[in-house]
């Protein structure tokens, strides 16, 4: 069976959602992305050594060999619930990555460094020590007293200094009090950005300040001379931070706004340049620059127009810039009745002037048309709105209807999938009237084992019906992470679920599921015994005894139960077990024993269904089997749980009903008819006013 983590797709939804001009991660990214958080749960589940962990291991490592072959380092930045690697932040909704990005921030990490010399151990190792929870095994690895930080030569760790910051939302020098999307999101970037600017140097030598004040947070960036991994999550943050501005804009009243504004403002220029022309990258650039004009000051939207300028060799000439710096009074301290006017066309202006920095050759024209534009608009004019985007699942209808893909259309499946309507996305598939070669493509990036790990992520919240149809198109390539999951889960529903699912696979994954018997929590040791047990054979040469004897009895119980159903393990199975000290494996011998046992057993029954302390289930389960043995040592104790004797003139009578007198009277029937003193019992019983108790002796005895 080809084990999914060999070659993982890459993962739908793993950058932020797509929308108009956003940069998505690339497929090697997304992918290294993926294997990093396979291999990382694979090391929590598997101890060192193990098969599956070697595996995931060298599909990582691998991975990592292939990035590096084409970049000087890997760089990832760490957020509370996204990562950021080449200044694309991943999407807090995808449950995988969101899953890594926590564990690597429960570290207290700010980010991590791979170089390219990189060793197979010092990853193994890394990724050995994340896995241990920081706050009851160890120190967080971020901590600069941890001695992890540059504990490998090839795998640098960088950490983040919540412990030294100090974050004061509303305070008397920003002025107004801050709403709830400064407590939320935007306070959490705030504090994510200046922790990694103030970040201390891993020899502590530039402790950081008790306060996150944006001109410190500035000096601190300018200070830090092209550091990649530093740049790299600044700008992650900046990105983010741009586009929460964009989302929810308060231009005067936000307290996000005003300290991103502030450290805009703070920053040398040729610092600003250097975070913009980082990677290069145009789009990106323009991306954030307009997300800026939406909700940044009017001081740091400028700030960022000349710096993105320069940073794009994009020539703005000094008339320009006057026009666009008058305007910048006006709506800073204008009059009230142009105040609002001019922000709204500034920002417009800086709009469409960085929307045509895209064009491979910009027309002078239309630079012209900008200045001729901003000279006659009135300020107080408000301009028209926009157009609207295409939908996504239209985008996909129309790629298979003409059997055409593009870029667009994988970005358009990519936002679908992120936004929790991947089920969409496979009905427009599914029902494709013809399959052409445009529905396959997208059917294979859209169905693969690392969408099919992500779905079974979040234990809290599995779409079952999803996982049903992505596991159908798969097929045995389902098996893997069915069976991780499975292995995995803790709540009773969902691996009952699991259980149903991966169990109609059949005996063909009976190899896997052994393989997962050794090395690991004690769950996951009883889910595989309780999968074993669903299976009509069991691979060659595999023995359930010696999980007869685990510590745990819940791993003790479903072992047992393949036990008893060895015909040459089952009489010393059945002994073992009611010697148990767990009562409920000593219920479950007993209830096996009913349906025969070696007559050796008999004393032990019948000790325990003599004991009055003993729950009335549980001896009547012990009156059931001993009968069978038909032991002459057996009937007082059969008597003695079905009549009483003495009592008004010294007749006999029946014990009120209860499970040993039913289980006694059914014994009785069933092996004693013939004896006298058990006549007396049947009779009383036959006499009865009790169905209950009539019924008893008729289903053992067969009589009327």
Not at 106 to 114: C, E, F, M, S, Y
Not at 438 to 456: E, G, K
């Amino acid at each position: 069976m080809t084990d999914p983590t060999a070659a993982p797709p890459p993962v739908a939804g793993s950058a932020a959602p797509a929308s108009a001009g956003q940069q998505v991660l690339s497929r090697d990214l997304s992918t290294f992305l993926v294997e990093f958080s396979i291999a990382l749960h694979k090391n929590q589940m598997y101890p060192p050594g193990h098969p599956h962990l070697n595996t995931a291991l060298v599909g990582f490592n691998d991975r990592i060999r292939a990035l590096l072959a084409t970049r000087p380092s890997i760089s990832i930045g760490v957020a509370r619930k996204q990562l950021v690697i080449e200044g694309v932040a991943t999407d807090p909704e995808n449950p995988l990555l969101r899953e890594l990005a926590l564990k690597l921030h429960r570290h207290q990490l700010g980010a991590v460094k791979i170089m390219p010399e990189v060793q197979d151990f010092e990853v193994a190792e890394f990724l050995a020590l994340l896995v241990q929870d920081p706050y009851r095994t160890t120190e967080p690895l971020g901590r600069p007293a941890s001695g992890n930080l540059r504990r490998w030569e090839n795998l640098w760790l960088f950490p983040l200094a919540y412990d030294q910051l100090e974050l004061i939302e509303g305070s008397e020098e920003e002025g107004a009090a801050t709403g709830p999307a400064d407590r939320g999101r935007g306070g959490q970037l705030w504090v994510g950005l200046a922790s990694a600017a103030l970040a201390s140097d891993a020899d502590g030598a530039h402790p950081a300040p008790a306060a996150a004040d944006p001109s410190e947070v500035a000096k601190a960036i300018d200070d830090h001379h092209g550091e990649k991994t530093y740049d790299q999550v600044i700008v992650g943050y900046m990105l983010q931070i741009a586009d929460e501005l964009k989302t929810n804009p308060n231009p005067e009243g936000s307290a996000l706004n005003r300290r991103v504004s502030r450290l805009v403002s703070s920053l040398r220029p040729e610092t600003l340049k250097r975070l913009l022309e980082m990677g290069g990258d145009t789009h990106q650039r323009s991306r954030f620059v307009l997300d800026a004009t939406q909700g940044m000051a009017i001081d740091a939207v400028m700030e960022l127009v000349k710096a993105a300028a320069e940073a794009g060799s994009q020539n703005m000439s000094s008339s320009l810039v006057r026009l666009l710096n008058k305007l910048a009074v006006h709506a800073e301290v204008g009059v009230p009745e142009t105040r609002e006017g001019a922000n709204r066309e500034l920002r417009e202006h800086v709009r469409k002037l960085v929307t045509g920095w895209d064009l491979d050759d910009p027309n002078p024209n239309s630079y012209t048309d900008i200045l001729e534009q901003m000279s006659r608009d009135r300020p107080e004019r408000p301009t028209p709105g926009g157009g609207h985007e295409a939908e996504p699942e239209r985008l996909i209808q129309m790629a298979v209807e003409v059997d055409g893909l593009g870029e667009t259309v994988i970005t358009a499946l990519d936002k679908v999938v992120s936004e929790g309507r991947m089920g969409a996305a496979l009905d427009i598939l599914e029902k494709s009237p013809r399959r052409n070669e445009a529905t396959m493509t997208l059917l294979d990036y859209l169905v693969s084992p690392a969408r099919l790990i992500a779905l079974l992520a979040d234990e809290t919240n599995i779409d079952f019906d999803l996982v049903d149809r992505v596991s159908r198109r798969l097929g045995s390539l389902a098996a893997e992470p069915l069976l991780d999951a499975y292995a995995a889960a803790e709540q009773r529903a969902v691996r009952r679920k699991l259980h149903d699912r991966v169990s109609v696979i059949g005996a063909g994954i009976g190899d896997h599921v052994v393989v997962r018997l050794t090395g690991t929590p004690w769950y996951v040791q009883r889910n595989m015994l309780t999968l074993l047990a669903s299976m009509p054979t069991w691979p060659e040469g595999f023995s359930p005894e010696a999980w007869a004897r685990h510590e745990d009895p819940r791993v003790r119980r479903e072992a047992y139960r393949l036990l008893f159903r060895l015909p040459d393990k089952r009489s010393s199975a059945l002994t073992a077990a009611l010697a148990d000290p767990d009562e409920g494996i000593e219920r479950l011998a007993l209830a096996v024993a009913t349906e025969g046992c070696p007559p050796a057993m008999g004393p032990r029954l019948e000790n325990v269904a003599a004991d009055p302390t003993r729950s009335p289930e549980m001896r009547a389960l012990a009156i059931r089997a001993v009968g069978g043995l038909r032991r002459t040592e057996s009937l007082p104790i059969l008597l003695e749980a079905s009549q009483v004797k003495g009592g008004f003139l010294r007749r006999a009578r029946l014990h009120e009903k209860g499970p040993e007198l039913l289980a006694a009277l059914g014994v009785l029937a069933q092996y004693w008819a013939e004896n006298d003193e058990a006549a007396v019992s049947l009779a009383l019983a036959a006499k009865s006013d009790d169905p209950q108790i009539r019924a008893a002796i008729r289903r053992r005895g067969g009589k009327e």
